[in-house]
């Protein structure tokens, strides 16, 4: 099946800092989604990017869909302590041209947040 | 608050025995999904329904079944349980059959013992 791998695995940062993570997979993906999950809950949309090239913001989130559609990476500038949790990627696989709904989740990237 | 309610939000159960998750979609979504997270497989996709019929099918054990009733609300029947089956089950819905954008209920945490 699809994998999608995403990078880190986990980061420690310092209030105030930035972040970036990515996730890159082997095959194609027209769409791109990025979930944050606390624990005990269930992932929260973030941003979803369509289109190749496309950069999207939501508050201090930026996401970018790679050019080779293969990648997508999240920027959180200014971190503060409610970041914490773990962040995935996600894609529809595409059938023929035609998404077909079901997601592919990477295995997420825990972010820790120090005050 | 995503709008997707799953109910209960915790079960505890034993081996062999057979449980039903709940879940009801935002208002006007048509298209439900139930996926499972575990430790070791990570968030996995398991099987979706478009306006009460069957869409697709991902890595649902065939102990397991679920339906979209006229309503729109979904169940999850799990049977037979085994321990391995002891993992958090979301239930996701989208206004499209093909929607990317799905939102989450806040799961059903299955524990068998």
């Known amino acids: 099946g699809q994998q999608l791998n995403q990078s880190p695995q986990s980061m420690f940062i310092q209030e105030g800092e930035d972040v970036s993570m990515n996730c890159t997979s082997s095959?194609?993906?027209?769409?791109w989604l990025w979930y944050k999950q606390d624990p005990g809950e269930g992932p929260v949309l973030l941003i979803a990017?369509?289109?190749?090239?496309e950069l999207t913001s939501n508050g201090r989130l930026t996401a970018q869909f790679g050019i080779t559609r293969k990648d997508s990476f999240l920027n959180i500038s200014a971190s503060i302590p409610s970041d914490v949790g773990i962040y995935f990627c996600?894609?529809?696989?595409?059938?023929?041209?035609?998404?077909?709904?079901?997601?592919?989740f990477g295995r997420g990237t825990q972010l820790t947040v120090w005050p | 608050d995503s709008g997707v309610t799953q109910t209960p939000k915790h079960l505890i159960t034993a081996t062999g025995q057979r449980v039903t998750l709940r879940c009801s979609p935002r208002?006007?979504?048509?298209?439900v999904y139930w996926y499972q997270q575990s430790l070791d497989q990570g968030l996995q996709f398991l099987i979706q329904?478009?306006?009460?019929?069957?869409?697709a099918k991902g890595n649902i054990l065939e102990r397991f079944s679920a339906q979209q009733f006229p309503d729109l609300h979904s169940e999850l029947n799990l049977s037979s349980l085994e321990l391995g089956d002891s993992a958090l089950y979301f239930c996701?819905?989208?206004?499209?059959?093909?929607?990317?954008?799905?939102?989450f209920g806040p799961g059903t945490r299955l524990t068998v013992t």
């Open positions: 996600a894609g529809p696989i595409s059938d023929r041209g035609s998404t077909l709904g079901r997601l592919y």
């Open positions: 329904y478009y306006n009460g019929e069957e869409r």
């Open positions: 996701a819905s989208s206004s499209q059959p093909g929607g990317s954008e799905q939102y």
């Open positions: 208002s006007g979504d048509l298209s």
């Open positions: 990017l369509y289109k190749a090239g």
């Open positions: 095959s194609i993906f027209n769409t």
